[in-house]
Every structure is written in structure tokens, then in C-alpha cells.
């Protein structure tokens, strides 16, 4: 079996080309196809999945309500000194200082969300796309393993003219 082009990213995710069969591999999944059953290749972007979890994330990781929660208690300072509680002053400096805090390190703990990249195949009848790391540093090899597998769809339905 001549390999004529491969790809590998950081999440065990393999493609490997030969003259008449794509290899794929991901997380568990082995699958071959013949290349006279590919009808295209290509690559997917899950933008709309992005956009859904981004506006969670920005929801989730507000810094507003720890600035409220901050001012809110800056007044309870100012009241409670005001009033001449010496106490209570303290109790509502510790009580806020612990708000804000958690409130600070929570919405600074949540992870941004990434754009899902699929390697897509098209067959006759149906699509199949498998889930790679496109942030990976060896990504943009995806590009010419995909310009690899269209010149040899190109040979290949050629040939069989």
C-alpha cells in the first residue's frame, strides 16, 4: 500500500491517501473508502455552534456582575462606617471582598469556546465528517492532503474513461 499523502493532528485523527482508498481514523473510529464512492472533499466550520456557545460564554463570564456586586458593597461600607459600626464595617468589607472574588475568578475561569473543524467527505447518498483539531500547528496540512485527494479523484475518474 503506497501512501500517497497523510495528515495527523495532536487528537488522533488520521487521514492517509492511497491510489483507490481514503483511510480514516479518529478517537476509536477506523473507516475506509473507496475512492470511486467520493463524490467531494472539503472542510466544515460549525459557525453556528460557535456563535451559540460564544454568546453563552460571554453570558457566563460577565465580569458586570461582579462590578455590582463590588459597588454593592462598597455602599454597604460606606453605610455601615457612616452609621459608625465599626463591625459591621468590617463584616461588609470580608463579606464583599468574598463576593467579588468568587464572583471575579468564576468569570475569569470559563473556557472560551472553540470553532469545530471537520474533514468532510461526500459520498453518493450521504456526507461523513469527522472532527479534527484545527488550532493544532500542523492544521494547515489538512489544506494539501485535501488538494492530494482532488488530484487523485481526477486521475482516477480519468482513468476510468
Not at 480514516?24 to 451559540?52: C, H, M, P, Q, W
Not at 447518498?125 to 483539531?133: E, I, L, Q, S
Request: aromatic share 12%; proline share 1%.
Amino acid at each position: 500500500m503506497e501512501v500517497l499523502a497523510e495528515f495527523n493532528d495532536s487528537k488522533n485523527f488520521n487521514l492517509k491517501l492511497t491510489k483507490d482508498k481514503i483511510y480514516v481514523s479518529a478517537l476509536g473510529n477506523e473507516e475506509t473508502f473507496a475512492l470511486r464512492s467520493v463524490s467531494g472533499v472539503g472542510l466544515y466550520d460549525d459557525i453556528d455552534k460557535y456563535n451559540s456557545d460564544l454568546t453563552k460564554y460571554k453570558q457566563s463570564s460577565s465580569l458586570t456582575q461582579a462590578y455590582l456586586s463590588g459597588g454593592f458593597g462598597v455602599a454597604l461600607i460606606i453605610f455601615c462606617t457612616l452609621m459608625g459600626s465599626l463591625i459591621m464595617t468590617a463584616l461588609s468589607l470580608v463579606i464583599t471582598g468574598i463576593v467579588v472574588g468568587w464572583q471575579y475568578h468564576y468569570a475569569n475561569s470559563q473556557i472560551k469556546p472553540k470553532l469545530d473543524s471537520y474533514f468532510r467527505l461526500m459520498l453518493s447518498g450521504a456526507d461523513r465528517k469527522f472532527k479534527f483539531d484545527k488550532s493544532h500547528k500542523n492544521s494547515p496540512k489538512v489544506a494539501d492532503f485535501i488538494n492530494q485527494i482532488e488530484e487523485t479523484l481526477t486521475s482516477y475518474n480519468q482513468s476510468d474513461e
